[in-house]
């Protein structure tokens, strides 16, 4: 099987949103985009820190989705990363009530030896400079490395951020952070601006719209499923990310016309983990489901029309 390296954070989450609120739950970037991947045949690892509070339980979750935990550290006393938000009534956006860094803020990553050669690397939201230390102990240039980074490093570590870009194949955005990276409106020239600094593939995700998937002049747009119910949108980008590089390090291929199908399996279990607080749907999420609802992403999107 090929690899895929996954770096960000394991951690706590307390969400509220119209819908309800939960107290501390299971969260972090790491742990959608290794739940994603895990429906793929692929073999992956988490690099990422939690503290002596992280319930073993939640460790035995990620071991039963066949994720490699060998180097998730567990720092003694530490307290584990722990993030508070509360959505507003379109869920779109939200207000982030609590943010502790704790263990994060001391993190030094360290790659498994056997996954120093891995054909996928997938660069998680964290400091960049952490993004950067991983890729510096990669034996093998990886196929694939896609970056996934938020408006808060734009803010407080550009030139950090700005480093690591140059050495991605992917970036994953959202529309805000891909008009604040680039200094245009316009996804179209925000794309074509952020391709100068490194990026052969731009994705920019528009949450309930979907997302687009940029490669110079080539564009490509896959619809986000209409869904009744959407109670929680935390992760969903993060397990985007995570269906996106589990497909592509299953499938060996890196082209663009590939990449589409990525962004679909990506938008498709997407579509899933919103459905629920937190991990929860992903943690009971079977694979009949998933090609279930692949056959009506396909039925959205699948058209005959006469050109004349």
């Not at 739950?25 to 790491?30: Q, Y």
């Not at 990363?81 to 860094?101: A, I, M, P, V």
Request: proline share 4%; glycine share 8%; hydrophobic share 40%.
């Amino acid at each position: 099987m090929n690899k895929l390296l996954i770096v960000g954070t394991v951690a706590f989450d307390a969400i509220e949103t119209p819908f309800g609120k939960t107290d501390k739950i299971l969260g972090g970037a790491a742990t959608y985009i290794g739940l994603s991947a895990s429906f793929f045949n692929v073999k992956s690892a988490i690099v990422s820190v939690v503290g002596e509070d992280f319930p073993q339980e939640y460790l035995d979750l990620l071991t039963n989705k066949n994720i490699d935990i060998s180097a998730i550290e567990v720092v003694k006393g530490g307290k584990t990363f722990f993030w508070s938000g509360k959505y507003h009534n379109d869920l779109n956006s939200r207000d982030t009530l609590e943010t502790q860094l704790n263990v994060l803020a001391d993190f030094n990553p360290v790659v498994p030896n056997d996954y120093k050669d891995a054909e996928v690397v997938m660069l998680g939201n964290l400091h960049p400079l952490v993004q950067s230390g991983v890729l510096d102990q990669m034996t093998t240039t990886p196929k694939l490395i896609v970056l996934d980074t938020m408006n808060f490093w734009m803010d407080c570590a550009l030139p950090e951020l700005m480093d690591v870009i140059k050495r991605v194949d992917v970036i994953t955005i959202n529309d805000e952070e891909a008009r604040q990276l680039s200094g245009e409106y316009s996804l179209v020239k925000a794309a074509e601006k952020i391709h100068t600094m490194g990026p052969k593939y731009v994705v920019i995700k528009k949450g309930e719209h979907g997302a687009l998937l940029f490669e110079g002049k080539n564009v490509f747009f896959a619809p986000a499923l209409p869904l009744e119910e959407v109670f929680d949108p935390t992760g969903a980008g993060d397990t985007f990310a995570g269906g996106f590089s589990g497909y592509i390090a299953q499938s060996e291929n890196v082209s663009f016309d590939n990449m589409k199908n990525g962004i679909i399996y990506g938008s498709n279990l997407a579509s899933f983990c919103v459905e629920k607080f937190g991990t929860e749907r992903m943690e009971t999420l079977e694979k009949e489901e998933v090609h279930s609802r692949l056959e009506q992403f396909k039925a959205l999107t699948q058209f005959d029309i006469e050109l004349s």
